[in-house]
T-cell receptor
Framework: GEDVEQSLFLSVREGDSSVINCTYTDSSSTYLYWYKQEPGAGLQLLTYIFSNMDMKQDQRLTVLLNKKDKHLSLRIADTQTGDSAIYFCAESGRDDKIIFGKGTRLHILP | GAGVSQSPSNKVTEKGKDVELRCDPISGHTALYWYRQSLGQGLEFLIYFQGNSAPDKSGLPSDRFSAERTGGSVSTLTIQRTQQEDSAVYLC??????????????FGPGTRLLVL
């Protein structure tokens, strides 16, 4: 079945780059997503990438996709305290459903 | 409002009682989704409405769960005879639903359900 895996925790010093990794199983996925969830708030779409792309950059965010290995990563440059949140990797499964990972909690060290 | 809204934001209920959770999607969005986020788990798809089509109920965990969408707008998720394992955050999302391609889903803040 479809599955999305990501590590549960990541600690990064303020100003460093954060790299959050994700693997997925559905090779027919057309879109892959990164969502951010701040405490007490709903999910916010950060960025997404088409499956025929290798990389997408949007300001401090860089998404890398290795379709052969079914590996997706999100790099946040110059990590700030406001980046502290849970980051969800997701893939578009069949019938418009989105399959989410369990989320990676990003903790910023001073 | 510009975003997806959900009510109540928090709900505490006793085991065995029925609960209703409400979702107001973004105006004009024809697609509406319900997800559940349990503690330590990823988001779990529950049900999907697209326009006037029959809903995709394949994610509903049991027959105690049902949802309806009246007039193509507001949706209600009902959980009958709640169990403690139903405790979770229930998230609603909507999208324009006008494209054959996958579209951005906009999420509400969620309803936190606690079954005692």
């Amino acid at each position: 079945g479809e599955d999305v895996e990501q590590s549960l925790f990541l600690s990064v010093r303020e100003g460093d780059s954060s790299v959050i990794n994700c693997t997925y199983t559905d090779s027919s996925s057309t879109y892959l997503y990164w969502y951010k969830q701040e405490p007490g708030a709903g999910l916010q779409l950060l960025t997404y990438i088409f499956s025929n792309m290798d990389m997408k950059q949007d300001q401090r965010l860089t998404v890398l996709l290795n379709k052969k290995d079914k590996h997706l990563s999100l790099r946040i440059a110059d990590t700030q305290t406001g980046d502290s949140a849970i980051y969800f990797c997701a893939e578009s499964g069949r019938d418009d459903k989105i399959i989410f990972g369990k989320g990676t909690r990003l903790h910023i060290l001073p | 409002g510009a975003g997806v809204s959900q009510s109540p934001s928090n709900k505490v209920t006793e085991k065995g009682k029925d609960v209703e959770l409400r979702c107001d999607p973004i105006s004009g969005h024809t697609a509406l989704y319900w997800y559940r986020q349990s503690l330590g788990q990823g988001l779990e798809f529950l049900i999907y409405f697209q326009g006037n089509s029959a809903p995709d109920k394949s994610g509903l965990p049991s027959d105690r769960f049902s949802a309806e969408r009246t007039g193509g707008s507001v949706s209600t998720l009902t959980i009958q005879r709640t169990q403690q394992e139903d405790s979770a955050v229930y998230l609603c999302a909507s999208s324009r639903g006008t494209s054959v391609y996958q579209e951005t889903q906009y999420f509400g803040p969620g309803t936190r359900l606690l079954v005692l």
